[in-house]
């Protein structure tokens, strides 16, 4: 079946404590992208990625990292946590570029900084 | 980037049609329109999407203006699953992001 898994679906951790949030597809798509959901505020791109090792920022990349050295996979780190990173986090991935093509999300990661 | 008006929320009957509208005045030549939906507490999922003609697929159909200032999502008839919140995006071509807004929320009554 094709899909953008995600894990861990949910984590509460500390300020300052590193954690990476993985994302995986299995459709071979060259674009990847990280979004976060908060209320009032919509999806916001934080990070994507045109291709193996190409990432670029989205509108909202402080204090997020991402790397793309496989093509399937595009994890997205917090080197150090903040409360103002509790939020919901979805990956996505499509084709191409997705001005022209269906993104498919994953299921969304629940975070929440104490 | 160019952007899109949606209501905030309508209303449907189960098993009756629903025309999700939407206006984007300042659309650009080259802007697709996307359609994505997302369920409550799931990942946005992909709809439809068009450039100047009318499309259909197994979920809706698009309808869009001559002029392309407005486009409309058909749900030819809603069910219980399809009560969701509908976002209506502009892209600027092949690489552009899609910003997503607030969206409509779809109820759909049995």
């Known amino acids: 079946e094709a899909q953008v898994t995600q894990n861990p679906r949910y984590l509460i951790t500390v300020t300052g404590k590193k954690l990476t949030v993985t994302c995986s597809q299995n459709?071979?798509?060259?674009?990847m992208s990280w979004y976060r959901q908060d209320p009032g505020l919509g999806l916001r791109q934080i990070y994507y990625?045109?291709?193996?090792?190409?990432?670029d920022k989205g509108d909202v990349p402080e204090g997020y990292k991402v790397s793309r050295k496989e093509k399937r996979n595009f994890p997205l780190i917090l080197e150090s946590p903040s409360p103002n990173q509790t939020s919901l986090y979805f990956c996505a991935s499509s084709l191409a570029g997705p001005g022209s093509y269906e993104q498919y999300f994953g299921p969304g990661t629940r975070l929440t900084v104490t | 980037d160019a952007k899109t008006t949606q209501p905030n929320s309508m209303e449907s009957n189960e098993e009756e049609p629903v025309h999700l509208p939407c206006n984007h005045s300042t659309i650009s030549g080259t802007d697709y329109i996307h359609w994505y939906r997302q369920l409550p507490s799931q990942g946005p999922e992909y709809v439809i999407h068009g450039l100047t003609s009318n499309v259909n697929n197994r979920m809706a159909s698009l309808a869009i203006a001559e002029d392309r200032k407005s486009s409309t999502l058909i749900l030819h008839r809603a069910t219980l699953r399809d009560a969701a919140v509908y976002y209506c995006?502009?892209?600027?071509?092949?690489?552009?992001?899609?910003?997503f807004g607030k969206g409509i929320t779809l109820s759909v009554r049995p």
């Open positions: 995006i502009l892209s600027g071509g092949a690489n552009s992001k899609l910003t």
């Open positions: 990625s045109m291709n193996v090792e190409v990432t």
């Open positions: 459709m071979n798509h060259e674009y």
